[in-house]
């Protein structure tokens, strides 16, 4: 739900059915009121709004929420001016109000001194630490929080398993496969596919060009793709084979572009069987 930048949620609802597209993501959400959302230059939904206020500014679009994105600082020192553990926990009651199941974080890369001092195994620690009241709250909500490829832990295969183990494998806890996120992390996303593929419930796709290849390992996340699926450099078709027998509901174009690189995108994903 970002097709047109600097513009309200209404103005990417109402391009997204123009385009014939029936499922969108909230994309990004706030604790309290954005100023730049009042004023309708940003595509922000705010976690103390009326959810069903939301949900129906959807419907008049015919368009169906399917994930809330949350995505978090969770390496960083708790601080109420970072979003973190209360904005999840919001999230999460926002989403099992109006019926979408999954909610969406990620630990981003860090930023403060203290946060790129931590150790693999403070890493660990203190992402599960901020996630351990969330995805108990989650289950009795009957939402999951889904972990998304996104920063030096969730990048890598080992580092999201350490973290399943470090919550005890919880049933709300899972996986949000970004591919174009998990190749820039230097992590196979076909092989990521594979180890958690009973984990994963939603699909961010992103193909990367050639451009992106000497960054491969040093950067965490590149938000969205500026070419469609099939013309870039990861195996998008083999994640693909590996996920179409999985239980998926939906997934999300990551891509900012035209309507056109939308639909190649899309009728890419459905020659894969997706």
């Not at 999954?102 to 403070?122: G, I, K």
């Not at 490829?149 to 580092?159: A, E, L, Q, S």
């Amino acid at each position: 739900m970002l097709i047109t930048p600097f513009a309200s949620v209404e103005e990417q609802l109402r391009r997204a059915q123009a385009m014939g597209f029936k499922h969108a993501d909230i994309t990004d959400t706030n604790a309290g009121g954005s100023m730049m959302g009042t004023a309708g230059f940003s595509p922000t939904v705010s976690l103390d709004e009326n959810p069903f206020e939301v949900k129906r500014l959807f419907a008049k679009y015919n368009i169906t929420p399917t994930t809330v994105c949350a995505h978090g600082g969770l390496l960083e020192p708790s601080n109420s001016g970072i979003y973190g553990t209360s904005e999840i926990m919001k999230a999460v009651k926002f989403a099992a109000a109006i019926g979408i199941t999954e909610v969406v974080t990620t630990e981003t890369d860090p930023r403060s001194q203290w946060a790129r001092a931590l150790t693999y195994h403070e890493q660990i620690f203190v992402i599960a630490e901020k996630l351990c009241v969330p995805v108990q709250m989650a289950a009795d909500y009957g939402v999951r929080i889904l972990l998304e490829p996104h920063g030096p832990v969730t990048d890598i295969i080992h580092g999201l398993q350490d973290v399943f183990d470090r919550l005890n494998n919880p049933d709300a806890l899972g996986v949000n496969l970004d591919t174009g996120n998990a190749w820039l992390g230097g992590t196979d996303p076909v092989e990521m596919a594979r180890v958690f593929k009973d984990k994963i419930h939603h699909i961010h796709w992103k193909d990367l060009g050639a451009e992106w290849e000497s960054k491969r390992g040093s950067e965490f996340g590149c938000g969205f793709s500026t070419i469609a699926l099939g013309e870039g450099v990861i195996d998008i078709k083999g994640v693909c084979d590996v996920l179409r027998s999985a239980d998926i509901a939906n997934s999300t174009l990551e891509i900012i572009g035209d309507a056109n690189m939308l639909q190649r995108s899309k009728a890419y994903l459905k020659a894969c069987g997706m």
